[in-house]
């Protein structure tokens, strides 16, 4: 028999307006893992990296690791952080000169990651899309749903039942255990701990090494300090 697919609560930020292309120009849709990357195009296909500082070089490898063929960098600031031999693009014009309309946001501020992803879907040609990016040394439950553009880094771990929403970033040796759910554009620090059934809302952090008590819920645009123990529910907006 057939294993049924999850269903997926809506998503507050996939219904806004301003976001209305995502589900048509991401490198993949919703699906039931495990697939080491998440993504209905040819991996052989190059893409760029948006972010050239250290975060961006970190990605850059997970998605080697994944399988893509990364081409280079975006960054409007200069690729300081960038690879040796890897070409530094200051434009999505370039991008678009060089024939590529893929790219991984390896930003790692939630609000101006939402907010390069929304310029560069309305950007023409108006061809991006953003792929997920899964590094094959993360462990993903079977069970558990990663959204598209999101970004899985090495050591970290997805428990069953777990839900992530699009365009996320779980950093190094994070663990998001079983049945929690995250919303889109939230980020998980390195070596923070959401326990069983914990909820993270819209753009919300979650910093390193924090450990989240079963069943919180942090509130929307919310912010969690590294190294904190979190036992009560978060209100938004919480610094």
């Known amino acids: 028999m057939t294993k049924p697919t999850p269903t997926r609560p809506r998503r507050e930020v996939l219904a806004k ?24 195009l040819p991996l052989v296909d190059p893409l760029v990296v948006l972010g050239a500082q250290g975060h961006g070089d970190v990605v850059g490898e997970s998605a080697e690791a994944a399988g893509y063929s990364v081409r280079g960098f975006l960054d409007t600031r200069g690729c300081t952080g960038a690879p040796e031999g890897r070409r530094c693009y200051s434009s999505l014009d370039e991008v678009a000169n060089d024939g590529i309309f893929r790219i991984v946001a390896a930003v790692g501020h939630n609000e101006m990651r939402e907010r390069f992803v929304t310029e560069i879907l309305a950007s023409p040609p108006k061809k991006w899309k953003f792929c997920t990016v899964i590094d094959p040394r993360a462990r993903i439950s079977p069970s558990a749903v990663v959204g598209p553009g999101s970004i899985v880094l090495a050591g970290s771990v997805i428990a069953a039942g777990a839900d992530v929403g699009a365009f996320s970033l779980i950093n190094h040796n994070a663990v998001v255990d079983h049945n929690c759910t995250l ?22 952090h979650v910093g390193a090494g924090a450990v989240v008590r079963s069943r919180v819920v942090i509130g929307r645009d919310s912010v969690v300090g590294a190294g904190s123990t979190v036992v009560t529910d978060v209100p938004h907006s919480e610094l």
Do not use: I
């Open 17 to 40: 307006k301003a976001h209305g292309l995502l589900a048509y120009q991401v490198c993949g849709e919703w699906q039931e893992l495990p697939s080491r990357v998440q993504s209905n």
């Open 183 to 204: 919303g889109d554009f939230v980020s998980v620090g390195p070596g923070a701990v959401l326990c069983g059934n914990v909820r993270v809302d819209y753009r919300s």
